[in-house]
């Protein structure tokens, strides 16, 4: 018996070509998804006032809580520019925009993450110590991102975070920083606790020994035996110029630097650790 055709066969080889050729031709004349806009990172230096300051002032928090994250990136600028040029409009607000920073620093996306750290960097240059003062941890949130953010591997990333690190330290009195990074030497990750070193480094260069004695010196004698032993070299190198500044400024005004040096040590920490601190400082 014959067989009857079949009406959905699939189609012979040169359909099934002709077919593919009709449908490469619909998606290339398709036109391209649309690329990312290009963010540009202005700096501190060029940003200018805003016309109506008083009049902006009020929407900033809203604008910089956006869904759309280009509008997210101007108002993070606009923030910079309220705190260099209108800093008293600013200050009343100054912790809700600082938890908003820390926000955008989350974001996935690097243009936003770069213009959150650069905010910070002109939030630090202009308020200093009156970051601190806050409620709601808004500042030990954004410490915590800036050494997470310094800690990563996109590098351009990492280096603005660097430079918002370094404008903390530059703007901030050293005492009060220190009780701020104090518990980040001890953070899981070995890396946090490296940029924690160096940012404590930096700080406690800028100090005397009545700042020192203020914060505690032998607890800080303590934190940089603890650092000198950390698992990366960055840890171990910012503990060395800790200690290097704790001596310089204990033994300023004692004649046997060294023996003065070796009972403080002897007396304050166990032997381990009173011989490395020692033997670092005995090429001074």
């Not at 607890?219 to 070299?233: E, G, H, T, W």
């Not at 630097?257 to 002897?266: L, T």
């Not at 020692?278 to 090429?283: D, E, H, L, N, R």
Request: with cysteine; glycine share 2%; proline share 7%.
């Amino acid at each position: 018996m014959a067989l009857k055709p079949i009406d959905n066969a699939l189609p012979l080889p040169q359909e099934t070509a002709k077919f593919g050729a009709n449908e490469e031709s619909k998606t290339a004349s398709l036109p391209p998804p649309p690329a990312d806009p290009i963010i540009d990172y202005i700096s501190s230096e060029n940003l200018e006032p805003i016309p109506d300051p008083e009049s902006e002032i009020h929407g900033l928090v809203e604008e910089l809580d956006s869904k759309n994250w280009i509008k997210v990136c101007e108002s993070l600028n606009n923030v910079r520019r309220f705190a260099l040029y209108h800093s008293l409009l600013l200050m009343p607000i100054l912790e809700k925009v600082m938890l908003v920073v820390v926000k955008a620093m989350k974001n996935p996306r690097s243009a936003l993450c770069k213009t959150s750290i650069m905010a910070s960097s002109d939030i630090f240059k202009v308020f200093g110590d009156q970051s601190l003062d806050s409620t709601n941890n808004a500042f030990d949130s954004l410490l915590l991102q800036l050494l997470l953010k310094a800690s990563q591997d996109k590098r351009f990333v990492c280096e603005e975070a660097d430079r918002a690190l370094n404008e903390m330290v530059k703007s901030m009195t050293p005492l009060s920083l220190l009780n701020k990074l104090r518990p980040y030497v001890r953070h899981s990750s070995p890396r946090v606790r490296a940029k924690a070193a160096l940012t404590i480094s930096n700080s406690v260069s800028k100090m005397g020994l009545e700042g020192m004695n203020e914060f505690g010196l032998v607890s800080l004698v303590q934190m940089a035996a603890d650092l000198l032993s950390d698992r990366l070299p960055e840890a171990r190198e910012a503990a060395r110029n800790i200690v290097t500044c704790i001596y310089e400024a204990y033994t300023r005004n004692e004649e046997q630097k060294q023996e003065s040096w070796q009972n403080f040590c002897q007396s304050n920490l166990p032997p381990i650790h009173a011989q490395s601190m020692v033997k670092i400082t005995s090429s001074q």
